[in-house]
């Protein structure tokens, strides 16, 4: 293994664990703590998963003009899904619409991350420095450290959310 896939099996290694959770969360019914609990790991792990993989991974290849419109879909798509994950803890639990907004969210993230890990980060490889490397390994798990010590679930309706 090439010192350039560490940043990529770093975040594979974070993307099979939100699988997980999904999956997880998928068998839960009604306002349980299980439910709960799930939802709050689950958020906790995206939330700074996405900020150190912006901060390590994409601040680098924004500056790469070859990858600069995938790195702009991802970020954007960051937003959506963190939009969505306040939009379901402000959803009642027990509701029917918790669930079908947990299945859209559901669908959308995989989405997110199957095209991360097909598309951009085979992508992306082709670019990266021998500096880049150094920064992504310094940068990411000591952001995701800090930046998972303060996410927490953040409840608002997406019509209620700030553009």
């Known amino acids: 293994?090439?010192?350039?896939?560490?940043?990529?099996?770093?975040?594979?290694?974070?993307?099979?664990?939100h699988r997980d959770l999904l999956d997880q969360m998928a068998e839960t019914k009604g306002e349980t703590d299980r439910r709960k609990e799930l939802l709050e790991e689950f958020t906790r792990e995206v939330?700074?998963?996405?900020?150190?993989?912006?901060?390590?991974?994409?601040?680098?290849?924004?500056r790469k003009p070859p990858t600069t419109d995938e790195t702009r879909h991802s970020v954007a798509e960051?937003?959506?899904?963190n939009e969505a994950?306040?939009?379901?803890a402000a959803t009642e639990m027990s509701s029917d619409?918790?669930?079908?907004k947990f299945k859209q969210l559901d669908h959308?993230?995989?989405?997110?991350?199957?095209?991360?890990?097909?598309?951009?980060?085979?992508?992306?490889?082709?670019h990266l420095t021998p500096d880049d490397e150094q920064h992504m390994r310094a940068v990411f798990d000591r952001r995701k450290k800090?930046?998972?010590?303060?996410?927490e679930v953040t409840p608002e309706k997406k019509e209620d959310a700030k553009e």
């Open 1 to 17: 293994m090439t010192n350039s896939t560490d940043i990529f099996v770093r975040l594979k290694k974070d993307h099979d664990r």
């Open 47 to 62: 939330k700074s998963h996405a900020a150190a993989e912006e901060q390590a991974l994409y601040s680098t290849m924004l």
């Open 78 to 81: 960051h937003h959506e899904l």
């Open 85 to 88: 994950l306040n939009d379901l």
């Open 97 to 100: 619409e918790w669930m079908e």
């Open 108 to 126: 959308d993230y995989r989405h997110h991350i199957n095209e991360e890990e097909d598309d951009h980060f085979p992508d992306f490889e082709k």
């Open 146 to 151: 800090a930046e998972h010590e303060a996410a």
